[in-house]
T-cell receptor
């Protein structure tokens, strides 16, 4: 049973507009959610994270929002750039657990 | 900067062969992980190790084994490769109790 769901396998956005990637989860006992970005034929790279005690974290063009009542988080990229075209994974981390649980990923394509 | 390296970027093997995938990290991390990435399935954990000679099964350990004789090196072994093990294999490492994992570039394995 998938505990972390990314329901949109793909998303296309015009360059300069906002990209919104979504992630839903079932288990509330996490301490962090993380977003990773992956280019083809490369390993994932850490992008941004959010603690369970916050509802927003911002880093440059990237902002992650956490809605605990809806068990939903989203990654906003503003403005979107061609180099943002990649697969994005959200991942859940529990306190005291060394593992991450990943979603299935969303392929973002930025259209010039 | 954390560096995680994997011994091969691409491998082609025959069904029934024994396959070794090697991973080395240079940041003295306690934890090391092996994942496979398949389209539509995200990153799935095969095995992880939290110390030398220590290992735990992940979500899909069947058909795989691991070895960690030194802290910096974590090997994934396919005892008898099968075509359903064709995949992208990703190694990662992290500090103990840290949520961020750092990934290697991946090995794309094709089993014929």
């Amino acid at each position: 049973d998938q505990q972390v769901k990314q329901n949109s396998p793909s998303l296309s956005v015009q360059e300069g507009r906002i990209s919104i990637l979504n992630c839903d989860y079932t288990n509330s006992m996490f301490d962090y959610f993380l977003w990773y970005k992956k280019y083809p034929a490369e390993g994932p790279t850490f992008l941004i994270s959010i603690s369970s005690i916050k509802d927003k974290n911002e880093d440059g063009r990237f902002t992650v929002f956490l809605n605990k009542s809806a068990k939903h988080l989203s990654l906003h990229i503003v403005p979107s750039q061609p180099g943002d075209s990649a697969v994005y994974f959200c991942a859940e981390h529990y306190f005291g657990n060394e593992k991450l649980t990943f979603g299935t990923g969303t392929r973002l394509t930025i259209i010039p | 900067d954390v560096k995680v390296t994997q011994s091969s970027r691409y491998l082609v093997k025959r069904t029934g062969e024994k396959v070794f995938l090697e991973c080395v990290q240079d940041m003295d991390h306690e934890n090391m992980f092996w994942y496979r990435q398949d389209p539509g399935l995200g990153l799935r954990l095969i095995y992880f190790s939290y110390d030398v000679k220590m290992k735990e099964k992940g979500d899909i350990p069947e058909g795989y084994s691991v070895s960690r004789e030194k802290k910096e090196r974590f090997s994934l072994i396919l005892e008898s490769a099968s075509t359903n093990q064709t995949s992208m294999y990703l190694c990662a490492s992290s500090q103990v109790r840290a949520e961020t994992q750092y990934f290697g570039p991946g090995t794309r394995l094709l089993v014929l």
